[in-house]
């Protein structure tokens, strides 16, 4: 079965610089979440999206900002890195039409900010 | 501060004992997921428990959830070295956020 997508699986910036993250979730699921795992720590919750509208927003920085797109994938753009930003990225995808909503999560995205 | 956290932090066994992990959370859920995740890999979901719900079983998983607590167990039976992992308990809120709301993870380790 089709899982969730994740481009690129390893990136490596330097401080200051921009960084675009790529989601694309499993086929005829509606919504994308973005979450954020620092190194020991838990993944945090940044952002979703439902039918390619914002629809709970976390603990995003203002720096960051993210898009769904027509064809229901997702990026995340980062600008302005900081060597905190360093983490692996999470996306996940759900639906809606199940009777109970399950995230499926990607590989991730690991960050390098050096 | 955060909605779920875990007990123990860490946990070492051996290969064929039981292994229990605790998560205590703060609010109202929909329902509460047990994830499972190799060092620095990706989450892998293992059992979701709804909030009416006491008790679920899957292969060698076992959940409970007490909602009047605000607490929930993962029981491993028969661990086995391959289950080495950190284990996260994940709430989904009551009402209309969507997102998960991750505990603090044990990492378990099964030694051989």
């Known amino acids: 079965a089709a899982g969730v997508i994740q481009s690129p699986r390893h990136l490596i910036k330097e401080k200051r610089e921009t960084a675009t993250l790529k989601c694309y979730p499993i086929p005829r699921h509606d919504t994308v979440y973005w979450y954020q795992q620092g190194p020991g720590q838990d993944p945090q919750f940044l952002i979703s999206f439902y039918e390619k509208m914002q629809s709970d927003k976390g603990s995003i920085p203002d720096r960051f900002s993210a898009q769904q797109f027509s064809d229901y994938h997702s990026e995340l753009n980062m600008s302005s890195l900081e060597l905190g930003d360093s983490a692996l990225y999470f996306c996940a995808s759900s639906s809606d039409r199940g009777p109970i909503e399950t995230q499926y999560f990607g590989p991730g995205t690991r960050l390098l900010v050096l | 501060s955060q909605q779920g956290e875990e007990d123990p932090q860490a946990l070492s066994i051996q290969e064929g004992e039981n292994a229990t992990m605790n998560c205590s959370y703060k609010?109202?859920?929909?329902?509460l997921q047990w994830y499972r995740q190799n060092s620095g890999r990706g989450l892998v979901h293992l059992i979701l428990i709804r909030s009416n719900e006491r008790e679920k079983h899957s292969g060698r998983l076992r959940v409970t959830l007490d909602t009047s607590k605000k607490s929930s167990s993962l029981l491993i039976t028969a661990s086995r070295a391959a289950d080495t992992a950190s284990y996260f308990c994940?709430?989904?809120?009551?009402?209309?956020?969507?997102?998960?709301?991750f505990g603090s993870g044990t990492q378990l380790t099964v030694l051989p």
């Open positions: 994940a709430t989904l809120l009551s009402g209309s956020a969507r997102q998960l709301t």
């Open positions: 609010t109202s859920i929909n329902n």
